[in-house]
């Protein structure tokens, strides 16, 4: 059973920044697309981004484009999910998880098929 880790998450005002980690052990980060999600209270899952496992490319939705940035970090075996100009809206709980395939639909890039998810992390955009 893949086991991935979230971190990195907070209290931090509008307008500022916070930086997710994934983690995982046992395997390689690399031998998947991994994917970030969030969910607020009362609101359905929503997909942020994702990344691809060999080729590097990425997606994000259109609430959070231009703002969140996916990578990774091979030597550590980490993704990161760099998040700036954050608002109140970008509250939620923040998951990672791995994704089975991706493909390019219309041009874009997209994952699916997700296989293991972490327990999440608590993001909380405050003044």
């Known amino acids: 059973q893949v086991q991935l880790v979230e971190s990195g998450g907070g209290l931090v005002q509008p307008g500022g920044s916070l930086r997710l980690s994934c983690a995982a052990s046992k395997f390689t980060l690399d031998q998947y697309a991994i994917g970030w999600f969030r969910q607020a209270p009362g609101k359905e899952r929503e997909e942020v981004s994702c990344?691809?496992?060999?080729?590097?490319?990425?997606y994000y939705a259109h609430s959070v484009k231009g703002r969140f940035t996916i990578s990774r970090d091979k030597a550590k075996n980490m993704v990161y999910l760099q998040m700036n100009s954050l608002s109140p809206e970008d509250t939620a709980v923040y998951h990672c998880?791995?994704?089975?395939?991706?493909?390019?639909?219309?041009?874009?890039?997209?994952?699916?098929?997700?296989?293991?998810w972490g327990q999440g992390i608590q993001v909380t955009v405050s003044s």
């Open positions: 998880a791995t994704a089975a395939s991706t493909s390019y639909l219309g041009g874009v890039f997209t994952c699916r098929g997700w296989d293991s």
């Open positions: 990344i691809g496992n060999h080729e590097g490319a990425t």
